[in-house]
């Protein structure tokens, strides 16, 4: 009554590795004890016995295999266990950013009006006579035209 190996086997949904049914641990501790007879001497090893090493010896490595598998899946959840965030975090973040985002398009804003201050000032200037304003000169204007703030 000798069953395939890959009917002894289910899979788990949750972690995408494979789990060994308890009869097939039982046939692998037969197994083990028929080679352990085998390597004794035993005049009882036959071609089912060596069958079932062989077999036992298969799932063995299947079982590494799946444990491997397991490992890996584990892992990876606690990877992605580390990249979820706390959604309340996420929003509190999200308000973060779109109140500096406003503060630095208000601040660019501001920073236009001036320069169109400025270039108005300067093409104001008359033609004729060298231009005799300062940086200082400009910028003491903008601040008196917007109440000492710069």
Known sequence: QQRSVDSNFSTNADSGAGGTFAGNAAAAAATAAAAALAALGSPQMDLQSMSSMVECQGLRKRMDQQEAALKSAKHRELQLQHEVEDPDWMMRRMGDLERDSDA???????????????????SAAPKDEPQRASVADSQEELCDHDNGSW
């Not at 804003?109 to 270039?119: A, G, N």
Request: without cysteine.
């Open 104 to 122: 630095w398009h208000t601040e660019r804003s501001s920073v236009e009006e001036r320069v169109s201050q400025l270039v108005g000032i300067v």
